[in-house]
C-alpha cells in the first residue's frame, strides 16, 4: 500500500487507507505496509489506524535509515519496518552523500536499535540491482548480525528480466540459505510480474506486489497478475480469496482516482470481454476454447459486446440477455444495423443494441424514466448544485444534489431521485469531444450496474452536462425495463 500510493498524483485519507487495509487482510495478504509512518500527520495517523484495527495481517511502516522514521514507526504501533538504505554506489554518493563504510555502519545502527525496541525488522538495501554484488553481501550479512528478520533487496529502478532475477536470488539464496528473501520488483520495462514470478521460482519466500499495478512510476507488480499465475499456471496452492480480486481492484481504483487499463489483465474491462463473432460463438459452446482463466475465479463475469466483429451468437446472448428473442429474420436485420454503425467507426453500447432491435422487432421503446426538468448552477464561490424532476412511470420524483462540478452535481441528483425505486450504480465515466472546440458535440458513454447486470450506454449532445444525463437515463432506462413480456413477431 505505502508504494502504491506513492504513484503520482495519488494521496490518501487515513479512513481510506483503512479501508484498503481491512479489504488486503479479508483477501489474506500476510504483511501490510501501510503507509510512512514519518512522512506526516496524516501518515502517522492512517498507519497508526491499521495497526489498531486488529487485522490477522502484520502490519509494516516504511522507514529509511534515520533514526526519526524508526522512532515514528514504534510510535505508530506498527509490528515491523521495511527499513532501506541505499547499497549501490550512486545512491550511496548522489543521495545519502556518504561512502560505503559509513552505510555498512549505517545499516548496523538502525537495525539494532529497532530490535532493541522490538520491532520485525524487513531490511531492504535500496537499488539492490544496480549495486556491487560483493558489497550487496556484505551489507545484508551486515544487516542480519544485527538482528534483521527478513532481507527483500529491491529493484528500485525495474532494471531486471526474468533470467537476471533468477540468477540474482538463486546466488543470494546460496549465500544466505537460511534466510527470508523477499522481491521488490518495479514495472518500468513491463516486467515486474514475471521477474516476481522468476524470484519466487529461485526460492524466494515472499512478494512485494500492489493493487492493480500502481506504484511509482510504472508501478509495482500487480497483485492480482502474480497470484492468478501462482495459482493457474504454477498450481501454487496460495491463500488469496482470488473471488474477491475484482472488487478489491475496483475499490482501489475508485478511492485512488486511478483508472484501470481496459486491456490489463485479470481487472481490466476487456479481460472477460468478446465481441468477435467467432470467439462468441465457440465461447457459448465450451468457454476455455477462448478463455484462459474462468472469470468466475477472479470474482467476474463474461461479457458479450456487440459492434461490426459480432456474429449472431453473440448478440443473440446480449438481447436474451435484455429479454428481446428476435425471430431469424429479425436477428439478421438487427445484425447487419449493429455492423453498419460499427462501420462507421461507433462504439456500439448496449443502448444502441437494444434501440436498433426494439425497432426492427417493431415493440414500442419502452422508457421507464423520463427527464421533465433539470436546473444547473456553477460559478465561482458557489457549490455547483443541481436539481432534477423526473417522470417515472407517471410519477414525479423532484431531488437535488451537490458536486465537484455540475456534470457531478446532474449526475447525483439523478441518481438520488432514482435511488429510492432502483439500486444503480455509475461504474465508468467516458467523455470524447467528438470534433475540437468548445462549441464540439461531447459523446458521454457510461458503464451502469444493477446487480449482477452491467450495461452501456451513451449520450451526445453539445452541453457536456446535457450529454451526461442524456447517456445516464438511456442507460437507466436499459436495466429498469424487462422486456420478457414482449414476444416477437416475424420480421
Ligand atoms: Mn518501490
New binding site residues.
Given amino acids: 500500500m505505502r508504494?502504491g500510493e506513492?504513484t503520482p498524483g495519488v494521496s490518501l485519507t487515513p479512513e481510506e487507507k483503512l479501508l484498503i487495509a481491512k479489504r488486503l487482510d479479508e483477501i489474506g495478504v500476510d504483511v501490510i505496509e501501510a503507509g510512512f509512518a514519518a512522512a506526516s500527520e496524516g501518515e502517522m495517523e492512517a498507519v497508526k489506524l491499521i495497526a489498531k484495527e486488529g487485522l490477522k495481517a502484520e502490519i509494516c511502516s516504511f522507514a529509511r535509515g534515520v533514526k526519526g522514521d524508526i522512532d515514528a514507526a514504534l510510535k505508530s504501533e506498527v509490528d515491523s519496518i521495511f527499513l532501506v538504505i541505499p547499497s549501490s554506489d550512486i545512491h550511496i554518493k548522489h543521495k545519502l552523500k556518504k561512502n560505503r563504510d559509513e552505510v555498512l555502519k549505517l545499516t548496523e545502527e538502525c537495525v539494532e536499535y529497532a530490535k532493541d525496541h522490538g520491532l520485525i525488522v524487513e531490511f531492504g538495501p535500496e537499488d539492490a540491482t544496480r549495486s556491487d554484488l560483493g558489497f550487496l553481501k556484505e551489507m545484508i550479512k551486515v544487516s542480519l548480525s544485527s538482528g534483521a528478520d527478513r532481507v527483500t533487496p529491491?529493484d528500485?529502478v525495474g532494471v531486471l528480466t526474468p533470467e537476471r532475477t533468477y540468477e540474482f536470488f538463486s546466488d543470494l539464496k546460496k549465500t544466505f540459505p537460511n534466510t527470508v528473501l523477499g522481491a521488490?520488483c518495479?514495472n518500468d520495462f513491463g516486467l515486474a510480474v514475471a521477474n516476481t514470478l522468476a524470484a519466487l521460482r529461485a526460492g524466494v519466500e515472499e512478494a512485494?506486489v500492489t493493487i492493480n499495478g500502481l506504484?511509482?512510476r510504472a508501478g509495482?507488480a500487480a497483485l492480482e497478475e502474480v497470484v492468478v499465475a501462482l495459482k493457474l499456471q504454477y498450481n501454487v496452492n496460495i491463500s488469496i480469496k482470488t473471488d474477491l480480486l475484482y472488487v478489491t481492484s475496483l475499490l482501489v481504483s475508485r478511492l485512488t482516482g486511478v483508472p484501470i487499463q481496459p486491456n490489463k489483465a485479470i481487472v481490466g474491462e476487456n479481460a472477460f470481454a468478446h465481441e468477435s463473432g467467432i470467439h462468441t460463438h465457440a465461447i457459448l459452446s465450451e468457454p476455455s476454447t477462448y478463455e484462459a482463466i474462468p472469470p468466475e475465479i477472479v470474482g467476474r463475469t463474461r461479457r458479450f459486446v456487440v459492434g461490426k466483429h459480432a456474429g449472431a451468437h453473440g448478440v443473440m446472448a446480449v438481447l436474451e440477455e435484455m429479454g428481446l428473442n428476435p425471430s431469424e429474420n429479425q436477428l439478421r436485420e438487427i445484425l447487419l444495423r449493429v455492423k453498419a454503425l460499427g462501420d462507421k467507426g461507433k462504439r456500439v453500447t448496449d443502448a444502441d443494441l437494444r434501440a436498433i432491435a426494439e425497432s426492427v422487432i417493431g415493440i414500442p421503446q419502452i422508457r421507464p424514466i423520463k427527464l421533465e426538468e433539470l436546473t444547473v448552477v456553477t460559478g465561482d464561490h458557489v457549490t455547483p448544485t443541481a436539481s432534477v424532476r423526473l417522470n417515472v412511470n407517471g410519477k414525479i420524483l423532484i431531488e437535488a444534489a451537490t458536486g465537484v462540478g455540475p456534470v457531478d452535481a446532474a449526475m447525483n441528483a439523478i441518481r438520488k431521485a432514482v435511488a429510492t425505486i432502483e439500486p444503480i450504480r455509475l461504474e465508468e465515466y467516458h467523455v470524447n469531444a467528438i470534433t475540437g472546440g468548445t462549441n464540439a458535440v461531447v459523446e458521454v458513454i457510461v458503464r451502469l450496474s444493477r446487480g449482477d447486470r452491467v450495461i452501456t450506454a451513451m449520450g451526445a449532445h453539445e452541453d457536456i452536462v446535457m450529454a451526461s444525463v442524456e447517456a445516464m437515463i438511456s442507460g437507466m432506462n436499459l436495466l429498469m425495463s424487462n422486456n420478457n413480456r414482449f414476444k416477437s413477431k416475424d420480421f
Avoid: L, R, S, Y
Fill in positions: 508504494d506513492q529491491p528500485t521488490h518495479h512485494h506504484g511509482e509495482n
